[in-house]
Nanobody, 124 residues
Framework: QVQLLESGGGLVQAGGSLRLACGAPGRTFSNSAMGWFRQAPGREREFVAAISGRGATTDYANSVKGRFTISRDNVKNMVSLQMNSLQPEDTGVYYC?????????????????WGQGTQVTVSS
């Protein structure tokens, strides 16, 4: 089973920043769209951001647009999520997903590979 590895989560005060990273040791996903999703306690996993296989197209949830930036480095086989102006409602477990397509998608069903998640907690 292919495993993605997320890192960079932590505890931050409102208004602060964090940078999440996702890698796939031993595998390449340069032809796959990659996405970040998050899940708060008692809620379903929700879309945050996605980037196409070559990085030409990005998509963001309205709640994070203008504050978060997704990027990828296909040479290093890494995807990052820069999160600025964090708010308590951004709290949750953040998951990285790899799609079977190069086209961005907001649907979790489009992503066949997932990491174990990294906790982001924003205090008020």
């Amino acid at each position: 089973q292919v495993q993605l590895l997320e890192s960079g989560g932590g505890l931050v005060q409102a208004g602060g920043s964090l940078r999440l990273a996702c890698g796939a040791p031993g595998r390449t996903f340069s032809n796959s769209a990659m996405g970040w999703f998050r899940q708060a306690p008692g809620r379903e996993r929700e879309f945050v951001a996605a980037i196409s296989g070559r990085g030409a197209t990005t998509d963001y949830a309205n709640s994070v647009k203008g504050r978060f930036t997704i990027s990828r480095d296909n040479v290093k086989n890494m995807v990052s999520l820069q999160m600025n102006s964090l708010q308590p409602e951004d709290t949750g477990v953040y998951y990285c997903g790899a799609s079977g397509s190069f086209v961005v998608s907001r649907e979790t069903s489009r992503y066949g590979y997932w990491g174990q998640g990294t906790q982001v907690t924003v205090s008020s």
